[in-house]
């Protein structure tokens, strides 16, 4: 059963922008330490970075709250699963709001889907319950 939908649309060169601007106040303020290291070992960090931001502004709507009632940004982070498949890592305020809305008895599964085609990138989120063990 499908919980939550979100999707971003974000200009590349807005996030560079940032980088120029506020450099690692921005990435400290932002990301997790496994997004900045994953970003950092990219040729086009930039635009890994602007995926992750419209992954964390997907699943803040995926969520129903945006960023407020406890959602911050770095309470979600893209992580990628033992087969490669990227998901979010929730904590803080992020977990707590997943939690209020999965059903009793059920596990939430996170899919996002990350793309980007210069000057843009987008993610997509879409948080479902499923049986636990699944």
Excluded at 84 to 100: D, F, I, K, S
């Amino acid at each position: 059963m499908m919980i939550g939908l979100g999707s971003d649309l974000i200009d590349i060169r807005r996030i560079e922008k940032a980088l120029e601007r506020h450099g690692e106040r921005f990435l400290d303020r932002i990301f997790t330490p496994i997004e900045r290291a994953r970003s950092e070992s990219r040729a086009n960090r930039v635009q890994s970075y602007a995926k992750r931001f419209a992954a964390k502004e997907a699943c803040s709507k995926a969520l129903g709250t945006g960023f407020r009632d406890g959602v911050y940004w770095r309470d979600m982070g893209v992580v990628n699963l033992p087969t490669g498949r990227p998901t979010m890592e929730l904590t803080g305020g992020a977990l707590e709001r997943l939690r209020a809305i999965t059903p009793a008895g059920m596990d939430a599964r996170i899919d996002i889907t990350l793309t980007d085609e210069p000057p843009m990138a987008s993610a997509v989120v879409m948080i479902t319950s499923v049986q636990p063990g699944s």
